[in-house]
C-alpha cells in the first residue's frame, strides 16, 4: 500500500491564518473638520497613537465643525470615521429632508443649506476644469450656473433586497456597512418607485421565505408608460413564484418585469407592455434595465443646452458616440435644422431599440452598433463631420478622444457623469487644440457628490493648417 505523508509546504495543508486587523480601526479621536471632500464627506487630520497625522473623512458634519470621531475603516490615502459625538457645531446645518439619512448610504449632502449645496456643487465642476490644465480665473468664468434636479425626481434606482430572520429589508446599504435599511420614505426617487418599494416589501413577505431569499436587488426604471422592472436572484423562478409576480405585475400595472440569474440573459416574466419614452417626440422602446438619465429634468436640461449650442454651430453631419437608446440623437437631429447623425453605441439592445425608433419616425439617423472603447472611430470616420458629441459611461472616453484630438472636427460636445474622466479627458483635446468655450453642470443626482457635466469645445480650422 502506498503511503501518502502530507506536505505542510503544499498549498492544501497551509494553515491560514486570520488576517491582520488594522490597529487603527476603531481608534477614536478629537479633530476640526477643515473642508468637504469630493465624496461629499467631511475631511479633517487627527493624531494617531504614535504621533503620526492620519486624515479622516466624515459623513454628515460642516467645515469648521469639532467632532470626536472613530476609525472605521481604510479608504485610500486615510480612513471612513464614524461621527461619535458633534461636539461644537460651526453654523446651522438644514433639517434632513428624510428620517434615513444618518444610516442610509444613500446621500451625503442634505445637512447643507440650498446655498452651500449649490455652490459646493459649482466648485466641483470648477475644480474638474482646472484639472484639465486652464487657470482658476478661466474655469470660474467658464462654468455656468448649477442645474439641479428637484427633489422627488429620480426615475431609476437599485433597491438592494435582503429576506432573513430579521425579516424583510428592500432599499439601501447602510453607512459603513452591508446592512440594507429599509427605506420607508425618500427625498430623492420619485414617488412611483417608492410605491414600488412598498408593494414590493409587502409581496415579498408573504413568498415561500426560501424563494424570497434568493432575490438580491431589484432595479426599477420609470418610463414614460410605466415602470420597468428587473429582479436579480441567485437562481431561476419556480412555478409558483412566476404566477405570484405576474399577479404582482397586474396589481401594479407594471409596464415590464424581467428577472435575471448571473450574467445571463434577463428572462421577461410578465411583460404587460414594451416601456418606451419620447425623444422630441420619438417613442423608443426601452430594453430591461436600459439605461436613461437619471431624471427627466436633468435630461432636459443637457437637451437644451445642446439646442444652444447648435444655434451657433454650423453643423450638417454630426456623429453622436455612446448614444444610449437616443437620448441625444433625435435633438441633434430634429433639433431646429435637420441634421444627419451617425450614432454609434455597443450594446446590441439599445441599438435595436433605436434603429426601430428610427425606422418609425423616419429620421436623418443612421445607427451603428460599434465597441467605441475597443474600435473607437479613426481619421476615415471622422471625415466630413462637423460635429461629434459624446457621452461615455464613467470610464470616459480616453481611447475615442486620443482620435479627436488628432482628426476630430471644429466642434465636439462633450457629456460626462464622471469630473475625473472628464478632467482627463478635456485635457488630450486641448493638447490637441481644442479650447474648451462653455460647460454647465447638470446636477441630476441631489444630495450626492456626483454630477454630470456638459461641455462645448471648438478647434479653429486654421489650427489644422
Known sequence: MKHHHRNPRARGGRRKSAPRRDPLIGFEATTTIREIGARGDGIASIT????????????????????????RQKRGDGYGAELIELMTRSAPASAPRCSHYESCGGCALQHLDDDSYRDWKRQKAITAVQ??????????????????????????????VHVGATGVHVGFH??????????????????????????????????????????????VTRADNGLDVVIHAGVEPGLDMRQDLADFSQDLDLA??????????????????????AFEGIDVPVPPGGFLQATQSGEASLVNAIKTALQRIPARHVADLFCGIGSFTFALAL?????????????????????YAVGQSSSPIKVVERDLFRRPLD?????????VLFDPPRAGALAQCEYLAVDGPEWLIAVSCNPATFSRDIRVLRNGGYELKQVVPVDQFLWSSHLELFAVLHRPKSALS
Open 335 to 355: 433639433g431646429g435644422d435637420r441634421r444627419n447623425v451617425v450614432a454609434v453605441e455597443s450594446d446590441p439592445r439599445a441599438v435595436r431599440s433605436l434603429q
Open 131 to 160: 484639472r484639465a490644465g486652464i487657470d482658476p480665473d478661466e474655469a470660474e468664468e467658464l462654468v455656468g450656473a448649477v442645474e439641479i434636479s428637484p427633489p422627488a425626481s429620480r426615475r431609476r434606482a437599485g433597491f438592494a
Open 379 to 387: 481619421k476615415t470616420d471622422l471625415s466630413g463631420l462637423d460635429l
Open 48 to 71: 494617531g497613537p504614535d504621533g503620526s497625522s492620519i486624515i479622516a473623512y466624515v459623513d454628515c458634519v460642516l467645515p469648521g465643525d469639532e467632532v470626536r470621531v472613530a476609525l
Open 256 to 277: 415590464r418585469l424581467s428577472w435575471k440569474v448571473g450574467d445571463a440573459n434577463d428572462e421577461p416574466v410578465a411583460a404587460r407592455r414594451t416601456p418606451t419614452v
Open 174 to 219: 447602510g453607512r459603513f456597512s452591508h446592512t440594507v435599511v429599509n427605506i420607508t420614505d425618500c427625498a430623492v426617487l420619485h414617488p412611483d418607485l417608492m410605491a414600488f418599494r412598498d408593494a414590493f416589501e409587502v409581496f415579498l413577505g408573504k413568498c415561500d421565505p426560501d424563494a424570497a431569499k434568493a432575490i438580491k436587488e431589484v432595479f
